[in-house]
């Protein structure tokens, strides 16, 4: 499955950004995700979703701020991100994998390239 990310950019704190991610390939319609990783840390989960069934899944720091949602007609994933912190500055990457599970567990099979995400404060 190739992986193709896009959207990011510099946004002010409280601001909104929508990242998407085009899915292309055999196992496009696996499951996919969101992480990220910031300057010196490691690469963390942000969200996941299952694309048959919609179920959502996010890491406790984006909850209520983020969304992840998939379009099946455009075979395309996008995270909404709302309310901006300057802590969720980081390359944000897409993935796929064969079950919800080993997207949460951070352990996917494919990676796309990475998008920066910049929130000045």
């Known amino acids: 499955v190739q992986l193709q990310a896009s959207g990011g950019g510099l946004v002010q704190a409280g601001g909104s950004l929508r990242l998407s991610c085009a899915a292309s390939?055999?196992?496009?319609?696996?499951?996919k995700g969101w992480f990220r990783q910031a300057p010196g840390k490691e690469r963390e989960f942000v969200a996941g979703?299952?694309?048959?069934?919609?179920?959502?899944v996010y890491a406790d720091s984006v909850k209520g701020r983020f969304t992840i949602s998939r379009d099946i007609a455009k075979n395309t994933v996008y995270l909404q991100m709302n309310s901006l912190k300057p802590e969720d500055t980081a390359v944000y990457y897409c993935?796929?994998?064969?079950?919800?599970?080993?997207?949460?567990?951070?352990?996917?099979?494919?990676w796309g390239q990475g998008t920066q995400v910049t929130v000045s404060s």
């Open positions: 979703v299952s694309w048959n069934s919609g179920s959502t």
């Open positions: 993935a796929s994998a064969t079950s919800l599970r080993t997207v949460v567990a951070g352990k996917p099979d494919y």
């Open positions: 390939g055999r196992t496009f319609s696996d499951p």
